[in-house]
């Protein structure tokens, strides 16, 4: 195919040639040109002439046939180049016919993307449909956790009371066992306090005549002392000290004196707690740090670890006043009703221990050389002093721990209950409190819990 078109292109090359050549000769003619006419000089002869002919024939066509090599060798080299660019051409139609299958390929290729891309938007769709589902069966079985756990909580609260109520009838069912045997202490305390009162009313080298008048002397009936307070107000004082002639009146008068002179010193002072107790209550619902800070280090809790809800709580357990009739009690029987060396020369009405020879008065018997009853300015002092010191030493823990559940209960806290709680307060132990509870039932000193201080 490639020579059939190399010869049809060569035939209009030839046919150019020739006519070129005949025009070469017809043109003067034609253009009415004559040839130059030649001199007898230069004339040359027919033969001359022919071969003159002949000679620019042959060199014509010498010159023809050079053209027609160029030609030829052109014509060879547009085949070449025919060759190639049909070459050229087949390996482009390949190289499309290949881009084609190509962008088929890629067109497919899409498609499947394109597929895919719809499944994958398809399937994120679900995924999301399913994590919306996945979270709200999270929430509902986190809220059925918190059901289930709340009512473990309420099941293992059913199972405290439980025990606790269990451990109650225990504890009642010992109470009840030693209840006997406990009044039976107490009656014999009170007969002896009873008898060493009536010898107190009868002084040395009395007269036959003074001692039927004495035996007539009674003693103040329960709340005699104070029923002159009117509307269970007790008046303020400024009385710092215990009366020097204290110990020169009669039994009753000494007793009521000191009744009237102490109560409302311990009146004021749980006041003072008891408004205080609120302050940290109003604290802890502002959250005022500073003044909750304040109180855990007045209060001996600075080296509490536990949160703060428990902190509140023991802080609270300790921030509650004393009871009227256990001070009363107890400032009675470890003052001697005020006629106590410690309390004459210290204003140490409670009996409190310091371990500073200058804190306080050196005990006469005492089995530790630094031990001394620590001493006060006041006696209004020596009360405040005592109530922080059953609010805060580890000792009182229990007696802090029953407090706190009398007054959750929304009672007001008994001193005859409490006083079980104190057997660390005197070396004597039970004893010393059924003598603390045979001062409160002899003189009646819970008649005076409701009393407050007249401003």
Do not use: C
Request: aromatic letters at 6%; glycine letters at 4%.
């Amino acid at each position: 195919m490639a020579k059939q078109q190399s010869r049809n292109l060569n035939r209009p090359i030839i046919a150019v040639v020739v006519l070129a050549v005949l025009f070469s000769y017809a043109a003067p003619n034609l253009m009415g040109l004559k040839s130059p006419r030649l001199t007898p000089k230069d004339a040359l002869s027919p033969l001359q002439l022919k071969e003159r002919e002949a000679r620019l024939l042959r060199e014509e066509i010498d010159a023809l046939n050079k053209r027609l090599d160029l030609l030829v060798a052109r014509n060879k080299l547009a085949e070449k180049a025919q060759e190639l660019a049909l070459e050229k051409s087949q390996e482009a139609q390949s190289a499309l016919d290949a881009a084609q299958a190509d962008a088929r390929s890629a067109n497919e290729a899409f498609d499947e993307a394109d597929l895919k891309d719809k499944e994958a938007k398809q399937a994120l769709r679900y995924a999301r449909m399913t994590e919306r589902q996945a979270l709200e069966a999270l929430k509902v079985a986190n809220e059925k956790e918190r059901a289930a756990q709340r009512a473990l909580l309420e099941a293992e609260t059913l199972q405290t009371e439980a025990n606790k109520a269990l451990i109650n009838a225990q504890s009642q069912s010992r109470l009840a066992s030693q209840t006997l045997s406990e009044i039976e202490a107490l009656e014999a305390k009170i007969a002896e306090l009873n008898a060493i009162e009536q010898q107190e009313e009868m002084p040395l080298a009395k007269k036959p005549e003074d001692k039927a008048e004495k035996t007539t002397r009674r003693l103040p009936k329960a709340g005699e002392a104070i029923l002159a307070f009117e509307g269970g107000l007790v008046p303020q004082h400024n009385i710092k000290t215990l009366p020097k002639d204290l110990d020169t009146l009669e039994v009753a008068e000494r007793k009521e004196t000191f009744i009237a002179l102490l109560l409302p010193l311990i009146v004021e002072a749980n006041e003072i707690i008891a408004q205080r107790r609120k302050d940290i209550i109003s604290a802890i619902d502002t959250n005022d740090e500073a003044f909750i800070k304040r109180m855990v280090k007045l209060y001996g809790l600075s080296k509490f670890n536990g949160d703060a809800q428990e902190l509140h709580s023991r802080l609270l357990s300790r921030v509650a006043p004393v009871p009227t009739s256990l001070a009363l009690a107890q400032a009675a029987v470890e003052s001697g009703w005020g006629q106590s060396r410690f309390a004459k020369e210290g204003n140490a009405l409670f009996g409190q221990w310091a371990w500073t020879a200058d804190a306080g008065i050196k005990p006469l018997d005492a089995s530790n050389d630094r031990a001394v009853i620590r001493s006060f300015a006041t006696i209004y002092d020596s009360v405040f002093a005592y109530m922080h010191n059953l609010n805060t030493h580890s000792a009182y823990a229990e007696f802090r721990q029953a407090r706190a559940e009398m007054l959750a209960k929304g009672e007001a806290p008994s001193g005859l209950l409490l006083s079980r709680y104190l057997t660390a307060y005197a070396e004597l132990g039970k004893e010393y409190v059924y003598t603390l509870q045979a001062m409160i039932l002899h003189n009646r000193f819970d008649l005076y819990e409701p009393y407050r201080l007249a401003r």
